[in-house]
């Protein structure tokens, strides 16, 4: 409702004006807010159509910069004259990679959130009962996922199968969510921008600008070093889905006009290894230690029943193996490269390896540190400081060669 007030309104409320080299935006009515956005400081632009908003015939503008973003609505011919009219030819990816591209593009922690507040919107526009059915239809599955565990000789607490659907559920929502809107997948690259469409219920159309584009990111997951495939992204746009090999030369050369090249790479060497897996072998010690320590009790009689206790530790002791093993790959793949023109970094953040292809007019600041361990076996991390305060940081690098 507050979508379609400010629509039908907006010629009351909202005055926009595109002058030379300037985007001008006053909202209000009694108070009124005046932003002016350089248009050389434009880093992206989204225009976002929904359900909703193509029933009216109007869509969102997202205009971001280097420091913030204005956001306005206009009819659906109505021209940003800021983006060229000349689109490019188009390149459209094959549907495998689209699938795979949001299959690793979902995240369980988003799909729980977004998931929840699903629930909580059907129930504020159907009434509480839908969102019972949904629980209860939860709960069911979860009982006969016990059930069948149980015929296995499997013990699992009913909470925990549960929590196991719950998640799975959300999961499934988001990658459902996430895979119709990468659907229809076009990019393009002309004049200076690269213009992502897609979308099959909301349609995205995504320009990023490549003259303020400080680094084009391969993020890579697990299951992308497996497939040996992995999304480039730009400014938070995905703007190729799962590509690897001679593919990223091909595809970067073609639409950010980058050329890959580089020297000799600098690895972290073998015994840098530690240091990256240090934190989950951390944690995987500590699961086993309380689980040895819930054996004991029970054996001497000490707590009468700990089932629930212990599948969530052995829970946490296989998440704990899973990240050793994620950051062993890491370890494995990252490093730092130069070319004439760019900086090539591949960096672990997180439980995520992320690949950077840095202009090198973009950086702004690279630091060398060391903790007491590092000092010992002459290693050091690097940080690099891009333009956006964006960071990459390589850990456990020989401390004589950058």
Same mark, same amino acid.
């Given at each position: 409702?507050?979508?379609?007030?400010?629509?039908?309104?907006?010629?009351?409320?909202?005055?926009?004006?595109?002058?030379?080299?300037?985007?001008?935006?006053?909202?209000?009515?009694?108070?009124?807010?005046?932003?002016?956005?350089?248009? +050389?400081?434009?880093?992206?632009?989204?225009?976002?159509?929904?359900?909703?908003?193509?029933?009216?015939?109007? +869509?969102?503008?997202?205009?971001?910069?280097?420091?913030?973003?204005?956001?306005?609505?206009? +009819?659906?011919?109505?021209?940003?004259?800021?983006?060229?009219?000349?689109?490019?030819?188009?390149?459209?990816?094959?549907?495998?990679?689209?699938?795979?591209?949001?299959?690793?593009?979902?995240?369980?922690?988003?799909?729980?959130?977004?998931?929840?507040? !699903?629930?909580? &919107?059907?129930?504020?526009?159907?009434?509480?009962?839908?969102?019972?059915?949904?629980?209860?239809?939860?709960?069911?599955?979860?009982?006969?996922?016990?059930?069948?565990?149980?015929?296995?000789?499997?013990?699992?607490?009913?909470?925990?199968?549960?929590?196991?659907?719950?998640?799975?559920?959300?999961?499934?929502?988001?990658?459902?969510?996430?895979?119709?809107?990468?659907?229809?997948?076009?990019?393009?690259?002309? /004049?200076?921008?690269?213009?992502?469409?897609?979308?099959?219920?909301?349609?995205?159309? @995504?320009?990023?600008?490549?003259?303020?584009?400080?680094?084009?990111?391969?993020? @890579? !997951?697990?299951?992308?070093?497996?497939?040996?495939? *992995?999304?480039?992204?730009?400014?938070? !746009?995905?703007?190729?889905?799962?590509?690897?090999?001679?593919?990223?030369?091909?595809?970067?050369?073609?639409?950010?006009?980058?050329?890959?090249?580089?020297?000799?790479? !600098?690895?972290?060497?073998?015994?840098?290894?530690? /240091?990256?897996?240090?934190?989950?072998?951390?944690?995987? /010690?500590?699961?086993?230690?309380?689980?040895?320590?819930?054996?004991? *009790?029970?054996?001497?009689?000490?707590?009468?029943?700990?089932?629930?206790?212990?599948?969530?530790?052995?829970?946490?002791?296989?998440?704990?193996?899973?990240?050793?093993?994620?950051?062993?790959?890491?370890?494995?793949?990252?490093?730092?490269?130069?070319?004439?023109?760019?900086?090539?970094?591949?960096?672990?953040? /997180?439980?995520?390896?992320?690949?950077?292809?840095?202009?090198?007019?973009?950086?702004?600041? +690279?630091?060398?540190?060391?903790?007491?361990? @590092?000092?010992?076996?002459?290693?050091?991390?690097?940080?690099?400081?891009?333009?956006?305060?964006?960071?990459? &940081?390589?850990?456990?690098?020989?401390?004589?060669?950058?």
């Amino acid at each position: 409702m507050k979508i379609i007030l400010y629509y039908l309104l907006r010629r009351f409320f909202v005055k926009l004006r595109f002058e030379r080299g300037y985007i001008v935006l006053e909202k209000g009515l009694a108070l009124r807010r005046r932003a002016v956005v350089p248009l +050389k400081t434009i880093t992206r632009t989204e225009i976002r159509r929904g359900p909703l908003l193509r029933l009216l015939y109007a +869509k969102k503008i997202t205009v971001e910069t280097l420091s913030g973003k204005i956001s306005f609505y206009m +009819k659906k011919n109505e021209e940003l004259p800021f983006l060229p009219k000349n689109r490019g030819p188009v390149i459209r990816p094959k549907r495998s990679s689209v699938f795979f591209g949001a299959f690793v593009d979902t995240r369980a922690l988003s799909g729980v959130v977004l998931f929840s507040f !699903t629930l909580y &919107r059907i129930g504020k526009i159907f009434g509480s009962g839908y969102i019972e059915r949904i629980i209860a239809a939860i709960s069911d599955t979860a009982a006969g996922l016990s059930g069948t565990m149980e015929r296995l000789h499997i013990a699992v607490p009913r909470a925990a199968a549960i929590a196991a659907v719950f998640l799975l559920t959300a999961w499934g929502f988001a990658f459902v969510t996430k895979l119709l809107g990468m659907a229809d997948f076009r990019v393009s690259s002309h /004049g200076g921008f690269i213009t992502v469409r897609r979308g099959l219920i909301t349609l995205y159309e @995504q320009v990023v600008v490549l003259n303020n584009l400080d680094a084009v990111i391969s993020c @890579q !997951t697990v299951s992308a070093i497996a497939a040996r495939k *992995a999304p480039l992204y730009a400014r938070g !746009t995905m703007i190729f889905p799962p590509v690897g090999g001679n593919d990223v030369r091909r595809v970067l050369g073609s639409l950010c006009g980058m050329d890959i090249r580089a020297s000799a790479e !600098t690895k972290p060497p073998l015994r840098a290894l530690f /240091g990256h897996c240090a934190v989950p072998l951390g944690w995987a /010690g500590g699961f086993s230690a309380v689980l040895v320590l819930t054996k004991l *009790a029970l054996h001497f009689n000490l707590i009468p029943s700990a089932e629930l206790l212990k599948t969530l530790l052995w829970y946490g002791l296989a998440a704990s193996l899973w990240a050793v093993l994620a950051c062993g790959l890491y370890w494995r793949f990252s490093g730092i490269s130069e070319g004439s023109e760019l900086l090539m970094i591949a960096a672990r953040k /997180g439980y995520r390896l992320y690949d950077g292809y840095i202009p090198k007019r973009m950086t702004v600041l +690279k630091t060398l540190s060391q903790n007491p361990f @590092q000092r010992r076996g002459g290693l050091c991390d690097l940080t690099i400081t891009l333009y956006g305060k964006r960071r990459f &940081r390589l850990r456990g690098i020989p401390r004589g060669e950058r």
